[in-house]
């Protein structure tokens, strides 16, 4: 069974710009979510999605936004970028959304923000 | 709020010695909890889990931890390190009925000296 499916891997854009980053879950999963880990804040968790709907929400600004497909398929948008938003954006799938689940991570896209 | 202390931001082992990662808790109401590990480039892979059975958990590659309550702690170890066990080690917490938001400590770096 293919893991989770994270594009691009790597990526640069410029301050002000926006940037969409796409996740496939493993097959199956029907929930969806997103972490920010940076050296200094580390893992944040920023949203998580089950069954097209966001479920809950961490605290970050409305600037980064989700959204999740028929298919389980995510997506996160962020825009207006900002040179702190360099990170590695981590997405995690799980079968479901209740609590105790493993969720299981991709390899992450890098964005760098010039 | 939940929140998770990882003491020792790096810890080094000689080969063969044991590994003790610490983690710390602070929740009224006992979590679920987690430890992760990542390797260089690469996103979390689960080690094992603790979801209110057995207090002692053995998860892959020969880690377990131990769930004390009275103590508010779930330490990692492994009686004998291995170079390949040289990574980034995170200790996690998911409050119940909330969903799949998991909460991270800052990570511990372990080194395995030859």
């Known amino acids: 069974k293919a893991g989770v499916t994270q594009t691009p891997r790597y990526l640069i854009k410029t301050r002000g710009q926006q940037v969409t980053l796409s996740c496939s879950p493993i097959?199956?999963?029907?929930?969806v979510s997103w972490y920010q880990q940076t050296p200094g804040q580390g893992l944040q968790f920023l949203f998580e999605y089950f069954s097209e709907t966001q479920r809950n929400k961490g605290n970050f600004p409305g600037r980064f936004s989700g959204r999740q497909f028929s298919n389980s398929r995510s997506e996160m948008n962020v825009s207006t970028l900002e040179l702190g938003d360099s990170a590695l954006y981590l997405c995690?799938?799980?079968?479901?959304?209740?609590?105790?689940?493993?969720?299981?991570f991709g390899e992450g896209s890098w964005l760098t923000v010039v | 709020a939940q929140s998770v202390t990882q003491l020792g931001s790096h810890v080094s082992v000689s080969e063969g010695a044991l590994v003790l990662l610490r983690c710390n808790y602070s929740?009224?109401?006992?979590?679920?909890l987690f430890w992760y590990v990542q390797y260089p480039n690469q996103g979390l892979q689960l080690l094992l889990k603790y979801t209110s059975a057995a207090t002692l958990v053995k998860g892959i590659n020969g880690f377990e931890a131990e769930f004390k309550k009275s103590e508010t702690s779930f330490h990692l170890t492994k009686p004998s390190a291995h170079m390949s066990d040289a990574a980034e080690y995170f200790c996690?917490?998911?409050?119940?009925?909330?969903?799949?938001?998991?909460?991270f400590g800052t990570g511990t770096s372990l080194t395995v000296i030859p």
């Open positions: 929740s009224s109401v006992p979590p679920y």
């Open positions: 995690a799938s799980s079968p479901g959304s209740n609590s105790g689940n493993t969720i299981y």
């Open positions: 097959s199956g999963h029907r929930s």
């Open positions: 996690a917490v998911q409050k119940k009925n909330t969903g799949n938001q998991f909460y």
